[in-house]
């Protein structure tokens, strides 16, 4: 198994600009969620989804979207890209909720100037 | 690789001592707690968890105290090798699915 797969490993985008970052898992994981991790701060959930057509905001879902259409694939769309979005984003997954471990993609780190 | 939490707490200790690392967390009602390692360039990595009706649990070379008391958690590395440098993050769940996450602390093992 590959695990969390993220692309790109990084990018570099402009104010105003829109961009996709891809997350899929090949876990057959029913839970996946979407955060993103700033110098000297814990990860902070973006948006979640408990499985194919459901998801739901996380503690910072501003200027985020998020769908989930297969299992396997949970896009993060940014629809217009603002610097205090410059951050590393992490995807990770679960079987199930409450005391299922999850498991972390490698992260994306993303500058928008 | 990336450059995960440029300012936080720094624990530095010889090759072959124990590590303890320290976390105080927010909600007297979370039911379930994790601890996570990552390391610089990748994602976090699943340690050892502990649910709120146990107080110590063992894994290898690891332990996770608990005390509910005063909200404290504790990880507790022994024989620490060069490998287990990385940073430290605990974190909470209140039921359900969300999870929050402290800061981290970054642990430096000395050869």
């Known amino acids: 198994n590959a695990g969390v797969t993220q692309t790109p490993k990084f990018q570099v985008l402009k104010t105003g600009q829109s961009m996709t970052l891809q997350c899929a898992q090949d876990m057959n994981h029913e839970y996946m969620s979407w955060y993103r991790q700033d110098p000297g701060m814990g990860l902070r959930l973006i948006h979640y989804s408990v499985g194919a057509g459901i998801t739901d905001q996380g503690e910072v879902p501003n200027g985020y979207n998020v769908s989930r259409s297969t299992t396997e694939d949970f896009p993060l769309r940014l629809l217009s890209a603002a610097p205090s979005q410059t951050s590393v984003y992490f995807c990770?997954?679960?079987?199930?909720?409450?005391?299922?471990?999850?498991?972390f993609g490698p992260g994306t780190r993303l500058t928008v100037l | 690789g990336e450059s995960v939490g440029l300012h936080l707490p720094t624990l530095s200790v010889q090759e072959g001592d124990n590590s303890i690392i320290n976390c105080a967390y927010s909600n007297s009602a979370s039911d379930y707690f994790i601890w996570y390692k990552q390391e610089s360039g990748k994602g976090p990595q699943f340690i050892i968890d502990?649910?709120?009706?146990?107080d110590k649990r063992q894994g290898q070379r690891v332990t996770v105290l608990l005390n509910k008391t005063v909200k404290h958690l504790s990880l507790q590395i022994a024989a620490t090798q060069p490998g287990d440098s990385a940073v430290y993050f605990c974190?909470?769940?209140?039921?359900?699915?969300?999870?929050?996450f402290g800061a981290g602390t970054r642990l430096f093992v000395k050869a």
């Open positions: 502990i649910r709120s009706n146990m």
């Open positions: 974190a909470e769940r209140t039921g359900g699915f969300k999870t929050i």
């Open positions: 990770a997954s679960s079987y199930a909720s409450g005391t299922d471990t999850q498991y």
